[in-house]
Nanobody
């Protein structure tokens, strides 16, 4: 599956952004969809995942309650609504797909994901 991410930008602390990632090439509902992020000098980290039918989600602790992941299977698109943004949320955000749903987000590794979008920059100013 090919993934195309968009929606990044520059926002002040406390603001919001919505990222989108559109998939093509394969059956979208075959895949669990996720967002990762990578800040300068840091490893890529898991942010959120949504199950195939949009009924289950995972979030890393630092974004839970502020970010919401969702998907529209009719549009082959996954979203990441990011509210109450903080400077530490500054990173390049990547969408990714996998066929595996895990019971705990902490078990997800980057190697579990076979396809990645190109990344979109999110910058939060203080």
């Amino acid at each position: 599956v090919q993934l195309q991410a968009s929606g990044g930008g520059l926002v002040q602390a406390g603001g919001y952004l919505r990222l989108s990632c559109t998939a093509s090439g394969r059956t979208f509902t075959d895949y669990v969809m996720a967002w990762f992020r990578q800040a300068p000098g840091k490893e890529r980290e898991f942010v959120a995942a949504v199950a195939r039918s949009n009924d289950l989600t995972h979030y890393t602790d630092s974004v839970r309650g502020r970010f919401t992941i969702s998907r529209d299977n009719a549009k082959n698109t996954v979203y990441l609504q990011m509210n109450s943004l903080k400077p530490e949320d500054t990173a390049v955000y990547y969408c990714a797909s996998t066929r595996v749903w895990k019971l705990s987000y902490s078990r997800y590794q980057t190697g579990d994901f076979g396809s990645w979008g190109q990344g979109t920059q999110v910058t939060v100013s203080s």
